[in-house]
Antibody
């Protein structure tokens, strides 16, 4: 059974930093691209970032580019999202999501974690 | 960016009804479209990928189709557990954009 478990969410002040983690199990983690998707309170879904299976490619939404960094440890089956220079508009539930493929040409999310709340407020 | 426009934004239907939700892409995306179901307080779940392929374990009353840049999610016979918000997502152009969602309520 595929399981994705996010951690690291917290209340942080504007301008602060946070690192999210996503522990994966139930599939061969190193074979699949992984993404972060977020959902602001009461709003729709927004793709944030993707990293390919072999870590050779990463992509970001314009809203987070230059502030967020996605990485992965295929030896530990963990996905990370380093978030710097946080803004109030980054407040959201952050989901890690497994992609159906290893590359970044087609990104469809076949399994999702339960989500973790990040609140940016003074 | 490719814009994904869903309609309607909300729909109310009775158990047993046939329900259709539409998603229009602002440019061609071939069959690279996925549909997700999200219930309140829960993570989204994949229903359909590649426009019309049912994800593993998804009931057969769900189906997807494509005509040009218009995509349709159909629930053939609505069940009480189908009450949720449904999102489409284009899957092959950065950034990977979602529709705004369609809230489906059971009368």
């Amino acid at each position: 059974e595929v399981q994705l478990l996010e951690s690291g969410g917290d209340l942080v002040q504007p301008g602060g930093s946070l690192r999210l983690s996503c522990a994966a199990s139930g599939f061969t983690f190193s074979r699949y691209a992984m993404s972060w998707v977020r959902q602001a309170p009461g709003k729709g879904l927004e793709w944030v970032s993707v990293i390919t299976s072999s870590e050779d490619n990463t992509h970001y939404a314009d809203s987070v580019k230059g502030r967020f960094t996605v990485s992965r440890d295929n030896s530990k089956n963990i996905l990370y999202l380093q978030m710097n220079s946080l803004r109030a508009e980054d407040t959201a539930i952050y989901y890690c999501a497994k992609n159906r493929y290893g590359g970044d040409v087609v990104i469809e999310f076949d399994y999702w974690g339960q989500g973790i709340l990040v609140t940016v407020s003074s | 960016d490719i814009q994904m426009t869903q309609s309607p934004s909300s729909v109310s239907a009775s158990v047993g009804d046939r329900v259709t939700i539409t998603c229009r892409a602002s440019q061609g995306i071939a069959d690279w479209l996925a549909w997700y179901q999200q219930k309140p307080g829960k993570a989204p779940k994949l229903l359909i990928h590649t426009a019309s392929t049912l994800h593993s374990g998804v009931p057969l009353r769900f189906s997807g189709s494509r005509s040009g840049t218009d995509f349709t999610l159909t629930i053939s016979s609505l069940q009480p557990e189908d009450s949720a918000t449904y999102y489409c997502q284009q899957a092959n152009n950065l950034p990977y954009t979602f529709g705004q969602g369609t809230k489906l309520e059971i009368k």
